[in-house]
């Protein structure tokens, strides 16, 4: 059977001519058919389906938009409106007192046009605390414009590294030339206030580090807590200024407790103020008070206004802690003559060493450039210790005057 079919097949004619034809169109049409199928996939708007294909471009953020316009542009145009320069300008200014420069210290004048543009370059002068390394105020001034949205152009370093001239703009066109030299004076000093809030709530064998600080600093003692006792006596054995850190109603109660003896926005003026009046009690050597929570509290109208008549008469001061953006503590106790202040940072929201004293190091180098000084806080945690007599020596360098919080009372409410 095997050999019949081979001599069929191998007697069979050749195919015709017209069978030829019709395979040759059907392969052409296949050959078309792939060809429009592989055009439609690469020019489609979906991503390429081929191995060898390049992957598609990241998508154009307004940065790199920003950049492209820079280079392709021409002439290049500064955007309208004044407020990218001023966001710029006040990124610089601050940069600059914290360095020990504040604005009326500056040197501002024109200095030519702007180059292709019908506007003035700026030529400021700054004269840098020598408590800084120069190349330290280089980052410094560098990063801040950068931040800010700007770019640096240029950066050239001169007379044997003692100055420093950065061209600074956005856009790709410089609109500033900053010249940072050493001066020749004192170093501009920053007055900082340090409380330490919450001493009480951990037991005196865990916070003893800090009795032995090396700067004045307010203690802020909760006046209810397990430990209070034994902290409170090694406080005032040690000399240290204390002030009550007074428990207040916050917005997560009762999810989220004050403590005992607590300030809350339901209770009569007659008990806040023998609420009040018990806590002081319990810290005899107490020259003040602030909040501990209280977002609540100290948001609302009467009962701040139940806490200042409480303490009208025992002399205290009261430091309003801030934790609502909605308080109206300074202003009632205000009202009853009583001295009052607000804080200005916290150095701890996390409990992570690096982190506080990075927080440390740039509230205290913003007491430069605020004439009220700074009034920070942290809290009685061996971490926030560890982060403190790191910075130290380098805010001492700095010219960082630590007072208490009294001192930074007296300091904030003086008579010009």
């Given amino acids: 059977m095997a050999q019949t079919l081979h001599r069929k097949r191998r007697n069979s004619k050749p195919p015709s001519k017209a069978w030829r034809t019709v395979v040759a169109v059907f392969l052409g049409a296949v050959i078309i058919g792939v060809g429009a199928f592989l055009a439609f996939t690469f020019f489609s708007k979906g991503e390429p389906t081929t191995p060898t294909s390049p992957p598609p471009p990241p998508p154009v953020t307004e940065t790199v938009q920003a950049d492209m316009e820079a280079e392709t542009l021409a002439p290049r145009r500064i955007p309208r409106g004044l407020t990218t320069e001023e966001a710029l300008d006040e990124a610089l200014y601050s940069a600059l007192a914290r360095l020990g420069a504040p604005k009326n210290s500056l040197r501002i004048r024109k200095s030519g046009k702007i180059e292709g543009l019908d506007r003035d370059l700026i030529e400021i002068r700054a004269e840098i605390s020598t408590a800084f390394p120069m190349s330290m105020a280089n980052h410094q001034v560098q990063s801040s414009w950068r931040e800010a949205g700007g770019d640096i152009i240029d950066c050239v370093e001169n007379r044997l590294g003692r100055q420093v001239t950065i061209q600074a703009g956005f856009g790709g066109i410089t609109t500033r030339r900053v010249v ?32 032995s600080l090396k700067i004045p600093y307010t203690a802020s003692v909760m006046p209810s807590e397990e430990f209070t006792d034994e902290v409170y006596s090694a406080l005032v054995d040690a000399d240290i200024e204390m002030i009550v850190h007074m428990p207040m109603e916050p917005e997560g109660y009762p999810r989220v407790d004050p403590g005992e003896g607590a300030i809350f926005v339901s209770l009569p003026p007659r008990e806040i103020k023998k609420r009040i009046e ?103 945690r061996p971490n926030t210790l560890i982060a403190i007599n790191r910075v130290l020596p380098t805010l001492e360098k700095w010219g960082i005057e630590f007072i208490s919080a009294s001192e930074m009372l007296a300091y904030r409410n003086r008579e010009d």
Wanted: with cysteine.
């Fill in 180 to 211: 940072l030299s050493r001066q020749q004076k004192e170093p501009l000093s920053g007055k900082v206030c340090l409380i330490i809030d919450d001493f009480g709530a951990l037991p005196l064998r865990e916070v003893r580090g800090f009795l």
């Fill in 278 to 380: 018990s806590s002081i009690a319990k810290l005899p050597r107490a020259v003040g008070m602030n909040n501990h929570m209280g977002s609540k509290a100290t948001a609302d109208k009467p009962t701040m206004a139940a806490v200042a008549e409480a303490l009208e008469t025992t002399g205290l001061f009261f430091i309003d802690s801030r934790t609502s953006v909605y308080t109206v503590a300074e202003e009632e106790v205000r009202k009853r003559g009583i001295p009052v202040t607000s804080q200005d940072g916290n150095i701890d929201v996390s409990d992570d060493s690096t982190a506080i004293a990075k927080k440390l190091l740039e509230l205290a180098l913003a007491s430069r450039e605020r004439e009220g000084g700074m009034l920070i806080v942290g809290h009685a």
